[in-house]
């Protein structure tokens, strides 16, 4: 079964192969989602501007009689069976069934009940560990499907902030809350400008007229909590703490403009974390300059800050890669491509672009023969449109 063939009719047939006939089987979708600009400042304070994308999560859910728990997924290994009545803690033998088990430990310590036990089953076609925010979607789309199954009521955001507080605590990595945020609460044919400080958002029109985003995945996972991910993120506080010891108020580095860092960044000796802070402070500056951009319609302004963006997070912030730098590289040099720029975490994973609709099929074949080239092996490449945040079938 190829990943792209999931639909919601097939995961319900297979839900019925692997767990009986029966009523009250729910079907929920869970967006991948692209970050247009805003890269590694969510979790300095900054503002992001993702859109959600036409590439979804599945989630098949039907209330048992007993107080058992069954986990299946159509293409990763294993089937995993807990009580609801267990305490849940990480053990790295669950894989997959520790993002579930944390949203549930997560709702227990909120003081929901759930009167009996579940099974469940995934389906995505989403491409794992590439950056477009598989896990953030495993999180979510579970939640929202637990959320209605059994009338908790949540909220859209309180869906958003559940999925973080799972993954710092029980899954370990300090992710930011972007994934999450634009997961739940997404709007389709809009970008969504997070406030990461504040946790509110605004809808940005996103009309991209005759150009589509192309998703460039260069094959190469990563696991965050195996990443140099949490060591960047305290470099970004070590390079805080340098400026307000020498008493700037800085509540976090995002609100430090360009001209204040001309100001204030000769403090921070170490050329590392300079870099580091330095990224963040001209990433907010494209994010605004980014929005700006779309609303006036200049998709040539966009694609320019797409591209300084990755020479940031390149020479700054040293998340790309070869792959990654490959990849932007060579889409550069396509005819119809006005900008791209690797998105996610880095260290692998996927970069985006924006290409016209008549070149998108020779963009494809020329960008990916260059990469097979260069790299060794080929990526995978699709074009994609914005979509709608967690809901119902």
Same mark, same amino acid.
């Given at each position: 079964?190829?990943?792209?063939?999931?639909?919601?009719?097939?995961?319900?047939?297979?839900?019925?192969?692997?767990?009986?006939?029966?009523?009250?089987?729910?079907?929920?979708?869970?967006?991948?989602?692209?970050?247009?600009?805003?890269?590694?400042?969510?979790?300095?304070?900054?503002?992001?501007?993702?859109?959600?994308?036409?590439?979804?999560?599945?989630?098949?859910?039907?209330?048992?009689?007993?107080?058992?728990?069954?986990?299946?997924?159509?293409?990763?290994?294993?089937?995993?069976?807990?009580?609801?009545?267990?305490?849940?803690?990480?053990?790295?033998?669950?894989?997959?069934?520790?993002?579930?088990?944390?949203?549930?430990?997560?709702?227990?310590?909120?003081?929901?009940?759930?009167?009996?036990?579940?099974?469940?089953?995934?389906?995505?076609?989403?491409?794992?560990?590439?950056?477009?925010?598989?896990?953030?979607?495993?999180? =979510?789309?579970?939640?929202?499907?637990?959320?209605?199954?059994?009338?908790?009521?949540?909220?859209?955001?309180?869906?958003?902030?559940?999925?973080?507080?799972?993954?710092?605590?029980?899954?370990?990595?300090?992710?930011?809350?972007?994934?999450?945020?634009?997961?739940?609460?997404?709007?389709?044919?809009?970008?969504?400008?997070?406030?990461?400080?504040?946790?509110?958002?605004?809808?940005?029109?996103?009309?991209?007229? $005759?150009?589509?985003?192309?998703?460039?995945?260069?094959?190469?996972?990563?696991?965050?909590?195996?990443?140099?991910?949490?060591?960047?993120?305290?470099?970004?506080?070590?390079?805080?703490?340098?400026?307000?010891?020498? /008493?700037?108020?800085?509540?976090?580095?995002?609100?430090?403009?360009?001209?204040?860092?001309?100001?204030?960044?000769?403090?921070?000796?170490?050329?590392?974390?300079?870099?580091?802070?330095?990224?963040?402070?001209?990433?907010?500056?494209?994010?605004?300059?980014?929005?700006?951009?779309?609303?006036?319609?200049?998709?040539?302004?966009?694609?320019?800050?797409?591209?300084?963006?990755?020479?940031?997070?390149?020479?700054?912030?040293?998340?790309?890669?070869?792959?990654?730098?490959?990849?932007? $590289?060579?889409?550069?040099?396509?005819?119809? =491509?006005?900008?791209?720029?690797?998105?996610?975490?880095?260290?692998?994973?996927?970069?985006?672009?924006?290409?016209?609709?008549?070149?998108?099929?020779?963009?494809?074949?020329?960008?990916?023969?260059?990469?097979?080239?260069?790299?060794?092996?080929?990526?995978?490449?699709?074009?994609?449109?914005?979509?709608? /945040?967690?809901?119902?079938?």
């Amino acid at each position: 079964m190829e990943k792209t063939s999931i639909t919601p009719k097939l995961l319900k047939e297979n839900f019925i192969k692997i767990y009986g006939f029966g009523d009250g089987v729910r079907i929920f979708k869970s967006p991948a989602r692209i970050n247009i600009i805003g890269e590694h400042i969510d979790y300095n304070g900054g503002k992001v501007l993702p859109t959600a994308i036409d590439r979804f999560l599945y989630c098949a859910i039907r209330k048992r009689p007993d107080t058992k728990i069954v986990y299946s997924d159509l293409f990763f290994p294993g089937t995993y069976s807990f009580d609801i009545n267990d305490d849940f803690i990480f053990d790295s033998a669950n894989d997959y069934a520790n993002f579930l088990n944390g949203i549930i430990s997560c709702m227990k310590k909120s003081g929901f009940e759930f009167p009996c036990g579940f099974d469940v089953l995934i389906g995505s076609n989403i491409p794992s560990a590439g950056g477009i925010s598989s896990s953030s979607a495993l999180e =979510c789309g579970f939640a929202w499907a637990v959320n209605e199954t059994f009338g908790f009521n949540i909220s859209r955001k309180k869906i958003a902030l559940m999925g973080q507080k799972s993954e710092h605590e029980f899954i370990n990595v300090n992710c930011g809350i972007m994934d999450q945020y634009i997961i739940a609460t997404a709007k389709k044919n809009t970008a969504e400008l997070i406030d990461c400080a504040k946790i509110e958002h605004e809808y940005v029109p996103l009309k991209l007229g $005759d150009y589509r985003f192309i998703v460039m995945n260069s094959k190469k996972q990563r696991k965050l909590s195996d990443s140099k991910y949490n060591e960047r993120r305290a470099q970004c506080e070590e390079g805080l703490t340098i400026l307000q010891d020498a /008493g700037y108020d800085f509540p976090n580095l995002c609100a430090i403009t360009p001209e204040l860092f001309d100001e204030a960044g000769p403090l921070i000796k170490d050329d590392e974390i300079y870099r580091r802070v330095r990224h963040c402070v001209t990433e907010m500056d494209r994010v605004l300059k980014a929005v700006d951009a779309l609303k006036a319609n200049n998709l040539a302004e966009l694609g320019t800050l797409l591209y300084a963006s990755h020479a940031s997070l390149r020479d700054d912030y040293e998340v790309t890669g070869i792959e990654l730098d490959t990849l932007v $590289d060579e889409a550069s040099k396509q005819h119809g =491509c006005i900008g791209a720029r690797m998105t996610g975490a880095g260290f692998g994973g996927c970069a985006i672009a924006i290409v016209h609709k008549d070149s998108i099929d020779s963009f494809i074949k020329n960008t990916g023969d260059a990469y097979k080239r260069v790299i060794g092996y080929e990526g995978d490449f699709f074009a994609c449109s914005s979509g709608d /945040g967690v809901s119902e079938i």
